[in-house]
């Protein structure tokens, strides 16, 4: 206890101005909600202080927490949502961007959230449910009728820290909609206990946000280990260790007709990719005739992505882009994507492949013609003959360190 204490404490002293307010919550105890007391503490303490949450918290309220100027958020203990489908899909707050919804809306100006702690978002019987259900929106997100919540948000928020943190049992995914934000030394585990997948796990979505540094991190989940989505720019990450994941992505993209949908400087290091399905990867919707589509024909561009330092270990595809992602085949060919992708670049992607697509290693498939595409450094090999490397309309297969082979079909995955 002793030792707890002066942990605590010498947190503390690191924080904020020995003047600064320190709001501590203590915890109801008995499986009462501690929501309210929570938000309580972040009213009383929004400006130039310290909320501490050093205790086992059960929260069953929303947590909304906005307003936040020059704050630090010493969590220690474990924040941990009530698994309550039918209260959360309601209650968690709507960010509309394939309807997600989150438990914790955290908002403001310099913020710093550490400590050691645990957010556990109970994702079970979310994985569960879903199972039975297959209840979502467009390309995996959630429903209006049954929100599977992001355990944190750090939603129109300016120059935050997220560090030294364990998310565990995310029903969804993370985004946030935020400038100058970086996280370090993130541990993230979402698995099932159960027959059923954690799926839509993602580790981080990055939503109309720029200058996001991720560093440092782990992830073992059963969806993107990061993932761009529109209207990211200027991202780094690096120093990262993913596990059962699709990959590192850039999209989904282009899903809403009459949306221009952006990711530009995006720079990917040092990654470790182990038994996922993709490792380096661009994913976006074709085409669609339809003015109101929710399936695909938006605009927009994908430029200035680099892929650098790849190790990957029973990977299905390590490298891919494919600008028919969930459209027909059919639908792709006569529509071809509106949305461009040039200047993207693969640089030192080795490792293995796991052997499920044969013996592709790379598929590069664009619907209308990718300029700037270039690879060096590749050694990839399949665990079973020569590696295959698949290309479609890309302008600038010269500038690939490998021999191209035309698909024998689309992919739409």
Same mark, same amino acid.
């Given at each position: ?108 100006? /310099? ?68 400038? /100058? ?166 640089? /030192? ?65």
């Amino acid at each position: 206890m002793l030792t707890a204490i002066l942990l605590i404490a010498s947190l503390l002293a690191c924080s904020r101005a020995s003047d600064a307010k320190v709001c501590a919550v203590t915890p109801l105890g008995g499986g009462q909600d501690d929501g309210p007391n929570i938000n309580a503490a972040f009213q009383d303490c929004a400006q130039n202080a310290t909320v501490v949450l050093d205790q086992y918290y059960v929260v069953d309220t929303l947590l909304f927490t906005t307003g936040l100027s020059d704050v630090d958020v010493l969590l220690s203990g474990t924040v941990q949502y009530t698994p309550d489908i039918a209260k959360w899909s309601p209650q968690s707050y709507y960010m509309t961007f394939q309807n997600a919804t989150t438990f914790w809306f955290l908002s403001g100006n /310099n913020i710093h959230v550490y400590g050691g702690g645990t957010i556990d978002g109970n994702g079970q019987v979310w994985y569960d449910t879903f199972n039975i259900t297959k209840n979502a929106g467009t390309a995996g997100g959630s429903s209006r009728t049954f929100a599977r919540p992001v355990p944190l948000t750090v939603g129109n928020a300016t120059n935050v820290v997220v560090e030294n943190i364990t998310e565990i049992f995310s029903p969804f995914w993370f985004v946030f909609q935020s400038t /100058n934000v970086t996280y370090r030394n993130i541990h993230i585990n979402s698995y099932s206990y159960s027959s059923s997948p954690a799926v839509n796990t993602d580790g981080w979505d990055i939503y109309r946000s720029s200058y996001v540094t991720i560093e440092d991190s782990v992830v073992n989940n059963d969806d993107d280990c990061v993932s761009f989505k529109p209207n990211s720019t200027d991202i780094a990450v690096s120093n990262m260790w993913c596990n059962g994941s699709h990959g590192v992505s850039v999209g989904s993209l282009g899903q809403y007709a009459g949306e221009t949908d952006i990711v530009a400087n995006v720079y990917v290091r040092n990654i470790t990719m182990l038994n996922a399905e993709y490792g380096a990867r661009i994913k976006v919707f074709g085409g669609n005739p339809s003015p109101n589509s929710t399936v695909g024909g938006g605009t927009g561009y994908v430029k200035n992505i680099t892929f650098q330092d790849y190790v990957v270990k029973n990977v299905e595809t390590p490298m891919y882009i494919n600008q028919c992602y969930s459209t027909d085949a059919d639908i792709c060919a006569q529509y071809p994507s509106p949305l461009n992708i040039s200047d993207v670049h693969y640089i /030192n992607i080795t490792g293995t492949s796991s052997g499920r697509e044969g013996s592709v290693v790379v598929d590069l498939e664009c619907s209308a013609e990718c300029q700037d595409i270039t690879a060096v450094g590749t050694a990839l090999s399949p665990p079973n003959g020569t590696a295959t490397y698949v290309c479609a309309n890309i302008a600038s297969v010269s500038q690939l360190d490998f021999n191209c082979t035309a698909p024998s079909n689309s992919s739409s995955t």
